[in-house]
């Protein structure tokens, strides 16, 4: 069993960067972990994927704004979403998947991130 | 941008039959999966790989895909049930990955 705990601030000006921290469990050559979020009320949104190799992939409607990064050694893994605005409030969950990409089986707890001045 | 449609809300009777749609285009190279999402909680999956259920998910919960529609059908509905439901589509040749608008589920 995976466990995933995210940290951040909680607030975050606009047109700052959105920092978040996910601390996993479990980490090795066949991990993949991504960011999903959920703005209050809606539906969800994946960010963008971490391979355990270094390998990125990310949702084109956020691309350029979004890095992400992990550190294997310390079983973290990272976001940065530059330029934020209001419509970046959201929910977002740190999920990771051993194996096969195609699903998402451990999710963190989420963390509530808002935008405004 | 691309989407999987889902109708916004289904109802139904304790011990009735469940089924949300998730409307894409055809699934034949991509995987489907849904996840059950209870107020304040995080999603949780439910179905993988089209139809297989993770060990823990009653096996009331069942998937299917026809052409260009992927269906959950939860058999013999409980109150805990009660939930929003989100397809979600990888395509292995683009690596992306969609999810669908979301159903919730009452039970009446």
């Known amino acids: 069993q995976v466990q995933l705990q995210g940290s951040g601030p909680r607030l975050v000006k606009p047109s700052q960067t959105l920092s978040l921290t996910c601390n996993v469990s479990m980490s090795g050559g066949r991990y993949h972990w991504s960011w999903i979020r959920q703005p209050a009320g809606k539906g969800l949104e994946w960010i963008g994927r971490f391979h355990a190799s270094g390998d990125t992939n990310l949702n084109p409607s956020l691309k350029s704004r979004v890095t992400m990064f992990g550190d294997t050694s310390k079983n973290q893994f990272f976001l940065n979403l530059r330029s934020v605005t209001a419509a970046d409030t959201a929910v977002y969950y740190c999920?990771?998947?051993?194996?096969?990409?195609?699903?998402?089986?451990?999710w963190g707890q989420g963390i509530l991130v808002t935008v405004s001045s | 941008s691309y989407v999987l449609t889902q109708p916004p809300s289904v109802s139904v009777a304790p011990g009735k039959t469940a089924m949300i749609t998730c409307g894409g285009t055809n699934f034949g190279t991509k995987s489907v999966s849904w996840y059950q999402q209870k107020p304040g909680q995080a999603p949780v999956l439910v179905i993988y790989?089209?139809?297989d259920r993770p060990s823990g998910i009653p096996d009331r919960f069942s998937g299917s895909i026809s052409g260009t529609t992927a269906t959950l059908t939860i058999s013999r509905v409980e109150a805990g049930d009660e939930a929003d439901y989100y397809c979600?589509?990888?395509?292995?040749?683009?690596?992306?990955?969609?999810f669908g608008t979301g159903t919730t589920v009452t039970v009446l």
């Open positions: 979600q589509e990888w395509n292995s040749d683009t690596d992306l990955y969609v």
């Open positions: 999920v990771s998947r051993n194996g096969d990409p195609s699903f998402f089986d451990f």
């Open positions: 790989f089209d139809s």
